[in-house]
Nanobody
Framework: QVQMVESGGGSVRAGGSLRLSCAASGYTSSNYCMGWFRHAPGKEREGVALIYIGGGSSYYADSVKTRFIISQNNAKDTLYLQMNSLKPEDTAMYYC?????????????????????WGQGTQVTVSS
């Protein structure tokens, strides 16, 4: 059973930065896609970024491309999301997610229904 715990959320002014972390355990292989989703009040949950644990290929939503960076540590048990140039519209609950797959592609960000494992979320609030 894969378990994930997010941390690093908080409140920041527009233009600031935050780094989210997701500690993951319970993997039996490296064939996983891991990603970040966010859910703002009144909106659907949105895919933000994903990475293939076994190979490092990463993909981003257009809304965060050039501002956010997804990465993993060498042990592949912690996922990060470096968020720069934050905007008020980035305010949301951020979740890390995982799905067992032999490859990842950008289309996996289009829906949360393809993802099997979820963390409990960490709140990010960006003020203007």
């Amino acid at each position: 059973q894969v378990q994930m715990v997010e941390s690093g959320g908080g409140s920041v002014r527009a233009g600031g930065s935050l780094r989210l972390s997701c500690a993951a355990s319970g993997y039996t292989s490296s064939n996983y896609c891991m990603g970040w989703f966010r859910h703002a009040p009144g909106k659907e949950r949105e895919g933000v970024a994903l990475i293939y644990i076994g190979g490092g290929s990463s993909y981003y939503a257009d809304s965060v491309k050039t501002r956010f960076i997804i990465s993993q540590n060498n042990a592949k048990d912690t996922l990060y999301l470096q968020m720069n140039s934050l905007k008020p519209e980035d305010t949301a609950m951020y979740y890390c997610a995982a799905v067992l797959r032999y490859s990842c592609y950008s289309g996996l960000l289009a829906s949360d229904r393809w993802w099997n494992y979820w963390g409990q979320g960490t709140q990010v609030t960006v003020s203007s």
